[in-house]
């Protein structure tokens, strides 16, 4: 039986990540961890473990057999600009504990999330490919960027099996927002169901990249269960999802909280969002493994709003369906 490590579960992502895993490969095949305890019971056996400290990391894979282990651990843009240092020091040193543990053959796989903070304000913009300039202006981005040099490099010299992807904004119901500059796109739902108005911190005509978390978490076990020779990016591949703007996600909304309103008032995150592109190019993801999104932004609004607790019974049932 293969063990994976999921190291960052109880973010946004780890959170559901691990119980993708469990559903597919049994709880006993999953190790959840992070730096604190989950503010609930999981499913599957959990370690607290700060992935900084080297020969805690190496203990928690000895001890339950790892062969996989997918470090999901980071601090996110909006946040990671309060506290840059922390930031890089997280984001780029607890991925070379795991780097070197592959290297030294105790781990078989590895799952390194970057994601599209590594573009920068003279990437492509539009339709961004795999390959093009890349000049983050944030701390998180930067770090991005290096992790992607640390994944391409650790394969090429050392042919360790590191696998990633660039992640646009991540939409879900079942965590709060993390610090990141693309979570009004969470935020904005629970004020929808609350009945309030919401204070956008973005201009209402900024596109950005999106993907709901469905599709996240199918791309990123899809990816490493692909076969490893038809991998041609060992950085990071580029991940589409769903591209909108504060408005068009408003007006989505309204269609089924007619009473919902938003006002914008940008704020500092408004010259990150600006600096990132507004749409993603992902044939590689495509054509190397298959990739295909299944969700659009009106299905991502009915089961958002289906999923996130109702200040009041006012609505109607919502009924998804799912675009192919």
């Known amino acids: 039986m293969q063990r994976v490590l999921v190291i960052g579960a109880n973010g946004q992502i780890g959170s559901e990540l691990v119980d993708a895993l469990a559903d597919r490969d049994g709880i006993d095949s999953v190790i959840a961890a992070d730096i604190t305890p989950p503010p609930k019971p999981r499913r599957v056996q959990f370690e607290t473990l ?21 470090q999901l651990a980071a601090i996110l843009s909006a946040a990671g600009e309060a506290s840059p240092l922390r930031a890089w020091t997280l984001n780029t040193s607890g991925l070379l504990n795991i780097l070197e543990l592959a290297r030294e053959g105790r781990i078989r796989r590895v799952f390194w999330p970057s994601s599209i903070a590594a573009f920068g304000p003279h990437s492509t913009p539009v339709d961004t490919p795999q390959l093009t300039v890349m000049d983050p202006r944030t701390m998180y981005g930067i770090s991005k960027l290096a992790g992607e040099r640390l994944c391409e490099y650790y394969f090429a010299r050392f042919g360790v099996d590191v696998r990633s992807l660039r992640y646009p904004g991540v939409v879900s119901y079942k965590t709060t927002p993390g610090g990141g ?37 199918r791309a990123t076990l899809e990816l490493m269960q692909a076969d490893s020779t038809k991998l041609q990016q060992r950085s990071s591949y580029n991940l589409a999802g ?48 298959g990739w295909r999104v299944r969700w659009a932004l009106d299905d991502l609004v009915v089961d958002m709003l289906r999923n996130i607790p109702l200040a009041s019974d006012r609505e109607p049932r919502l009924e998804r369906v799912l675009t192919q």
């Open 181 to 217: 500059t693309t979570d009004y796109a969470i935020a904005i739902f629970h004020a929808a169901r609350q009945h309030t108005v919401y204070r956008c911190f973005l201009k209402p005509d900024t596109r950005l990249p999106m993907i709901y978390m469905p599709d996240a978490v």
């Open 242 to 289: 769903v591209s909108f703007t504060p408005a068009e996600l408003a007006s989505a909304i309204t269609r089924h909280v007619p009473d919902f309103s938003v006002v914008y008032e940008p704020d500092s995150r408004q010259a990150i969002a600006d600096t990132w592109p507004r749409s993603i190019d992902d044939s590689e993801a495509r054509r190397d493994w």
């Open 50 to 70: 700060d992935v900084l400290d080297a020969p805690m990391l190496a203990d928690v894979v000895r001890r339950h057999e790892i062969e996989e282990v997918y």
